[in-house]
DNA sequence: TATGAATGAGTATTCATTCAT
DNA sequence: TATGAATGAATACTCATTCAT
């Protein structure tokens, strides 16, 4: 029976086929980070795979599945590296300082794989002719600074934000990680460590509490 | 002969000639804000300009040269609008103000045209299959903000910014201004002057010299 | 603009455009008669056709739409020929005749054409997946004969029918013809004025109304 | 050693080998008959037998070898039903009768498999490229019928037949069992014994001497 | 200038077949 | 015996580009 047909394929996937997807996943990682999105065919990640088209066939249903299987994995690998880092800080203000260090570093750390979700998200805004943003995933990125904000807000350590107002702030924390990405695209050597610091000032300023900012200092 | 082969076809260009090429640049912007750049074929963008696909490559030397005037263009109408507003200022503040102001304005103004030309950047970077940005674009859009900046910080009304530092900031303000873009795209009816306050209020911050600040407020 | 995409295709198709989609057709059929439907691929009718693969998909939408076109001429062509001729006739005897005569000469005439759509319809059947008859051209095809036998009974020079048995007798007699043609596959010399000869003769009989029938002997 | 290579096969064959080919080959009829032959891949028959596709290729030399074992089988059991029950028939009048009643009740009684066969035989016959008729079976088909027609006609109950003409009517014989088998596709509900009475009907009177038949009324 | 027509390389996908385990 | 895995040829279709008119 075909892998594509089993009912439940999480479950009954065998190690190795385990092992192959996961081997074809990275491949296709690796090709669209370095050809990009439009020049990475099944062929071309077939042939940096030093396998057959067919083998991609056999074990994805479609292109779509191979790609979809790229971000997937990104969100769960993301989540698993920020969340508990997150989780383990007592403030807000500690909250927002690590939920940029972390996004920073995991970035640095999988370059290749987010560069190619970027790539993916981007080709996807448009994919059947309508603009269509992932935006369960999409959305779901910005809660965690939005709750962040919130309680700061509420703990009084950050300044007061209407609901959109954070939710520029929100965006704006998103933006400038993302940027980031596409900063270490243009400049491979960039210095992370700087970078991170410089962020998180950035953005511990700005969503200081005006009087207590001061205080601080 | 066809245009395609003259010598100096920048000058010998006549008004009919500007104007077709004019025409079609402005269907290939709205197809590809509208279907995305993977469905903008050729075809279909002559199919929107109700012209056959022949005189597009009449026109242009390939989809490439089209592509890139859509780009040159969409730069030159942003520093034509932003460079005289910016100027028009005179301390660093107000025209930090004013840049990102501007900025949103005229995203909001041209909203096909920006999503397009983002659509287009996003493809580009990997466009011969190796990483390469619009480079000459891309750090040319950095210097304004970049320049802002180091007045600003001479002034001693923006707080120190090291070389780097400076980088990481504007970089931010850019960032910020694009996703502002994509964020219209997700959402048509946001409401574009409160984004752009609390941008300006970010940023307005973010840079202010601590003490100073304090006192002007 | 594309050929497919026009709103009214039938009558802003130009001359040269129709020549080529009937000498494109006319391949078709004549590939499906020699190789039959799956090895009629759009590469092989091409070869055939001395033409580039991509010409058809210039001239016709899509592979189905080339097939239905052999399918739709053959139909129109088919009561072109037969209509008339039973039209011409009084007696419903006469008309039976003629419907045997000309139905066996067409396809003496329009072998080709013939079997290839015998080979499409015969794959529609289960195009989808589910059996799925070409029904409105198939149950069309038995209004005729239908039609005579009801009127040769109501005259009283017929046997009596049922609808039923008149259902089976129509079914009988498009059988009896279908088959002619797989005959005349098998066999490309065989005599069709004699094949014809018999078959009328055997329709005859067979529906003649019994004390009638002899006393025409 | 894989039976394919086995020099004897057919004697070698064991009991689970047996066995094992057969509820390939009754998986195959069933997949054909309801997907029809294009969409019966052997990964499609494969996945109704609940067996992998290198089953299939272990115990057939090839795709043709397992459609061909469709065929053949289904000619021995048609001609195990068929043949003694026209053998216990005395007249000529009576044989014809018993092989068009025994023909549709065969039919009716195994509907796929005689499905599938019309499917496969329809694809057959170019199947090299070539037109070329599963003759041997075709031919040995009509054997039958003409040999009742020849017997009648020495016997004196059947009207005149030279040879041409009996084969024109076999032919139409088996045409009408073999459309019934077309109708019973599209109307599985159709009235088989009145569709049998009919047929009946039509052939015998069809191939009854004129005198004689109607004395016998 | 403009067009319709043609091209051919390239795309994802399917499938019969092979083979090591 | 049976399987999962792999292959590579074939298929329909797309599209940027060329070219004669």
Redesign the pocket.
């Known amino acids: 029976?075909s892998?594509k047909n089993r009912p439940n394929n999480q479950k009954e996937m065998?190690f190795?086929?385990k092992a192959?997807r996961a081997q074809i996943v990275e491949c296709a990682i690796e090709t669209i980070a370095e050809v990009g999105y439009t020049?990475a065919?099944?062929?071309?990640i077939a042939k940096r795979a030093n396998?057959?088209?067919?083998?991609i066939?056999?074990?994805f249903e479609?292109?779509?599945e191979l790609l979809g299987q790229i971000t997937t994995e990104y969100y769960i690998a993301w989540q698993s590296y920020i969340a508990p880092r997150i989780e383990a800080q007592k403030s807000p203000k500690e909250m927002l300082r690590v939920y940029i260090e972390s996004n920073l570093a995991f970035v640095a750390e999988n370059r290749k794989h987010v560069f190619a979700v970027i790539e993916l998200v981007s080709k996807t805004i448009t994919a059947n002719g309508k603009l269509q943003f992932a935006a369960e995933h999409d959305e779901a990125v910005f809660v965690p600074i939005e709750n962040i904000l919130t309680q700061g807000m509420q703990e009084g350590v950050f300044r007061e934000f209407t609901k959109s107002s954070a939710r520029v702030m929100a965006l704006t924390i998103r933006n400038a990680i993302d940027g980031f990405t596409m900063e270490l695209m243009r400049k491979p050597h960039v210095d992370v460590q700087e970078y991170t610091r410089e962020l998180v000032t950035i953005f511990d300023i700005s969503t200081r509490k005006q009087g207590v900012a001061l205080e601080g200092r």
């Open positions: 029976m892998i065998s190795i086929e192959r020049q065919s099944l062929g071309e396998i057959s088209k067919g083998v066939s056999y074990h479609n292109k779509e």
